[in-house]
């Protein structure tokens, strides 16, 4: 049941696009991966695709330091992974209004342009969708705590991937 729960979810997803995945995944090298990014104010969730762009996988949480900073870490990822572009996970109000924490995100993804092609992708609900995944397999809040925001980079990049496919058909 957790597993559709996180499908249906996903599928929810796929209608609060912010960008369209299949147009930015055709400017990237085909043999190139793409970090998703949940940009927080005290930590960075990050998660990689494979190389087919199919699949999403959590791989680390940095604490945050500065913008400059946070980049130049971000950028060693990049290399070691072979990353062609970077998708941001975008936190709009729930009535899809930006907000102060929008902003914040924005000027993230401008100074990490200069690196590397980002683009935002609607994060609504991928943080609160993880935890209660967790909670209800019963993982502890200090073991969630120490994963949940690059599986919620994980959650917010396997939607922009599926959302990619989908209208690939």
Avoid at 97 to 105: A, D, H
């Amino acid at each position: 049941f957790a597993i559709l729960s996180v499908v249906f979810l996903s599928i929810f997803n796929l209608y609060t696009l912010v960008t369209k995945p299949n147009n930015f995944i055709k400017q990237i090298n085909t043999s190139q991966t793409l970090i998703g990014l949940d940009f927080g104010d005290k930590r960075i969730g990050i998660a990689i695709s494979d190389k087919t762009k199919t699949i999403a996988s959590p791989v680390k949480t940095l604490k945050r330091k500065s913008i400059l900073k946070d980049i130049n870490e971000i950028m060693s990822i990049i290399e070691e992974y072979e990353v062609g572009g970077a998708v941001i996970g975008l936190p709009l109000s729930l009535n899809g209004n930006e907000n102060e924490r929008t902003l914040k995100t924005r000027k993230f993804g401008e100074e990490l342009n200069k690196k590397i092609i980002t683009t935002f992708y609607d994060e609504r609900f991928s943080t609160d969708v993880i935890f209660k995944e967790l909670r209800k397999n019963s993982f502890s809040k200090k073991k969630i705590n120490k994963k949940i925001d690059q599986m919620a980079a994980s959650y917010i990049l396997q939607g922009f991937l599926d959302n990619a496919k989908l209208n690939k058909l």
